[in-house]
C-alpha cells in the first residue's frame, strides 16, 4: 500500500519520538544517576518526594526502561513499517501513555502535604500531564479508526 501517510499519522510518530527521548534521560538514566536527572529537572529531589517517594520513582524508572520504552519504540517501528504488530505494541504503549500521567496528577495533588512539589511544578504538570494522557486517548482512537490504512 503506497498511500500517502496524512498528519495525524506525523503528529503520532512525532509526539511517540519525543516521549521516548525524554523517558530515556529522565527514567532510563535515573537507574544510573538519579542526581543528574533532578538536575535536569526529570526527576524529584529527596526534599520534593521523600526516600519512599524516589524508591518508587526508581520503581517506575526500571519497568519504563524495561517495558513501556521497548514498547513505545516498537510501535513508532511498526507504524513505519507498515506492520499490523506495530498497531497492537503503539496501542499498548499509548494505554500507558493515559495511565501514567493520570496516576502521577492523582498523586501530587491528593499528598500535597507529602509531595512538596515548588509552584511552578505544580502548574507545569497541571497543563503537561494532561496533555500527555489526551495525546494517549487521541492516538488510541487515530489507531483504532485508520487501522487498515496503516499496514499493508
Not at 503520532?12 to 519525543?18: D, K, P, Y
Not at 544510573?32 to 520513582?57: C, H, P, R
Request: net charge neutral.
Amino acid at each position: 500500500m503506497s498511500e500517502t501517510r496524512n498528519i495525524g499519522f506525523w503528529i503520532l510518530i512525532v509526539i511517540g519520538i519525543l516521549l521516548t527521548i525524554m523517558f530515556l534521560v529522565g527514567q532510563t538514566l535515573a537507574l544510573f544517576n538519579y542526581d543528574l536527572t533532578v538536575s535536569l529537572g526529570m526527576q524529584e529531589s529527596e526534599e520534593e518526594v521523600g526516600k519512599v517517594g524516589i524508591a518508587w520513582a526508581k520503581g517506575f524508572a526500571f519497568g519504563d526502561s524495561i517495558f513501556y520504552i521497548p514498547l513505545l519504540l516498537a510501535g513508532i517501528i511498526g507504524l513505519l513499517k507498515r506492520k499490523k504488530w506495530g498497531i497492537y505494541t503503539m496501542f499498548g504503549s499509548l494505554a500507558i501513555t493515559v495511565y501514567w500521567p493520570i496516576v502521577s496528577l492523582f498523586a501530587i495533588f491528593i499528598e500535597r502535604t507529602e509531595i512538596t512539589l515548588t509552584p511552578d511544578k505544580y502548574i507545569s504538570y497541571s497543563i503537561i500531564l494532561p496533555l500527555i494522557a489526551i495525546y494517549g486517548l487521541w492516538g488510541m482512537w487515530y489507531l483504532y479508526k485508520h487501522k487498515n490504512k496503516l499496514v499493508e
